[in-house]
């Protein structure tokens, strides 16, 4: 499915949304997600899967589509509410947001991955390996990615221990060090299995 759809006989353009999400993975924070309609009149060279370009190109890209797309947005699903949904639908809950909190109405969307989020205004579509081969996903990708790298950088600012602007939340070797040292943070997904390990380790010390 192409971003834009001309259909001759009301000679109208259709517009589509690309949507896509970072943060499944980490230990911590929010699951970021953007939707983008892209403007085919303002075109942006090099857009794919976020995780095929360097941190300086994606930061460059992500200025490039905020100027230029015709509609942009975030959506976030909350620690807490991943704790409480599971990971799957929060990333679901985060997409559905960015959808709604476009300022242009998309007449369809196209989703990254196998599944859709539900209660969208208009038809969507899954595309596994979307974000590498549709524009619009691979700049909902740039965009979640950014955002949710600079969320990871403030929350090293007050907690530097963590390591947080290396690791980004994944649960590295260093990562883990960290909570089992320091003890998980409020930003800590209490779900996650190393989580619960550190919390349950440092109740027992405190008992």
């Known amino acids: 499915m192409s971003q834009i759809e001309l259909w001759p006989e009301i000679n109208e353009i259709v517009l589509c949304a690309g949507v896509d999400e970072v943060g499944r993975g980490p230990l911590?924070?929010?699951?970021?997600?953007?939707?983008?309609?892209?403007?085919?009149?303002?075109?942006?060279?090099?857009?794919?899967?976020?995780?095929?370009?360097?941190?300086?190109?994606?930061?460059?890209?992500?200025?490039?589509?905020?100027?230029?797309?015709?509609?942009?947005?975030?959506?976030?699903?909350?620690?807490?509410?991943i704790d409480r949904l599971n990971i799957l639908h929060a990333s679901l809950l985060a997409m559905r947001r960015a959808v709604e909190g476009l300022k242009v109405a998309p007449a369809s969307v196209l989703v990254d991955g196998n599944r859709c989020p539900e209660g969208l205004a208009c038809p969507a579509q899954a595309i596994v390996g979307g974000d590498a081969c549709e524009p619009s996903i691979g700049a909902a990708s740039i965009l979640a990615k950014v955002y949710r790298d600079a969320q990871m950088d403030a929350l090293h600012a007050i907690h530097p221990g963590y390591g947080f602007d290396r690791h980004r939340g994944y649960p590295t070797a260093d990562h883990r060090q960290a909570l089992q040292r320091l003890g998980p943070l409020p930003e800590h997904r209490r779900s996650f299995r190393p989580v619960r390990d550190a919390l349950a380790a440092e109740s027992n010390v405190k008992s």
């Open 28 to 81: 911590v924070g929010a699951v970021v997600a953007a939707a983008v309609i892209l403007d085919p009149g303002r075109p942006i060279v090099g857009l794919t899967d976020s995780k095929k370009l360097n941190a300086r190109r994606r930061e460059a890209l992500a200025l490039e589509i905020r100027e230029r797309a015709t509609a942009w947005s975030i959506g976030e699903a909350s620690a807490a509410e």
